[in-house]
């Protein structure tokens, strides 16, 4: 069965520096995974997602995420965290059956100033 | 930038009563969704719906629910003799095939009381 596990319910990072949220997930077949973001009283909004091309995906707002097969893990992270970015983050896999979004349990990111 | 519209934004009713949630998809997307989200629990998958019928079902998706698209552009969810358990915030989301991302609306956060 496919699932997707969001090793930090709650990061907490200092404004400028880096950014890092683990996901790690299980497919029996070549995944395709995503990253949304939602800010307060926001709807879900795309970062960014992988589909079988590069395993180093670009996304929107300077994040970027890294598919590594052997490690089964699509961690996100960016070099330098702005206060815009306090949000949860969700770490989604589609399943390959019948293309439904399997979501992990989210993580909340906090900046500090 | 097209987007997902979702109405109300905040729903309160009482237990027993019936509601419906509407969605405005993005024009020219096929396929529309919906999923929930108990508060402090996963984002979970309700349903799927393409070419006027539901395509994909989850166990949550019993007789209580049933969908809708009544003209060319909302599709509703209603929800019959709603439980307190039922309370969570409802995502519509839409996306123009399965192999492309789905975009989501803001969410109506409905409480039963």
């Known amino acids: 069965a496919q699932s997707v596990t969001q090793l930090d319910s709650h990061v907490s990072v200092s404004e400028g520096t880096p950014v890092l949220l683990r996901c790690n997930y299980s497919?029996?077949?070549?995944?395709?995974l995503f990253w949304y973001v939602q800010h307060p009283n926001k709807g879900l909004q795309l970062l960014l997602k992988?589909?079988?091309?590069a395993t180093l995906v670009k996304g929107i707002n300077g994040f970027e995420a890294e598919f590594k097969k052997s490690e089964t893990s699509f961690h996100l992270t960016k070099p330098s965290a702005h206060m815009s970015d306090a949000a949860e983050y969700f770490c989604?896999?589609?399943?390959?059956?019948?293309?439904?979004?399997?979501w992990g349990a989210g993580t909340k990111l906090i900046i500090k100033p | 930038e097209p987007e997902v519209t979702q109405t109300p934004s905040h729903q309160v009713t009482q237990m027993g009563q019936e509601v419906i949630l509407r969605c405005v998809p993005i024009?020219?997307?096929?396929?529309f969704y919906w999923y929930r989200q108990i508060l402090g629990q996963k984002v979970e998958f309700l349903v799927s719906?393409?070419?006027?019928?539901?395509?994909?079902k989850s166990e949550i998706f019993d007789d209580q629910f049933s969908v809708e698209r009544p003209d060319g552009s909302n599709f509703t969810l209603k929800i019959r003799s709603t439980k307190l358990e039922d309370s969570a915030m409802y995502f519509c989301a839409s996306s123009l095939d399965t192999n492309t991302e789905a975009f989501f609306g803001q969410g109506t956060r409905l409480t039963v009381v």
């Open positions: 992988y589909t079988s091309a």
């Open positions: 989604v896999v589609r399943l390959t059956s019948n293309y439904q979004l399997i």
């Open positions: 497919s029996s077949y070549s995944p395709s």
């Open positions: 024009s020219n997307h096929l396929y």
């Open positions: 719906f393409y070419n006027n019928e539901i395509s994909e």
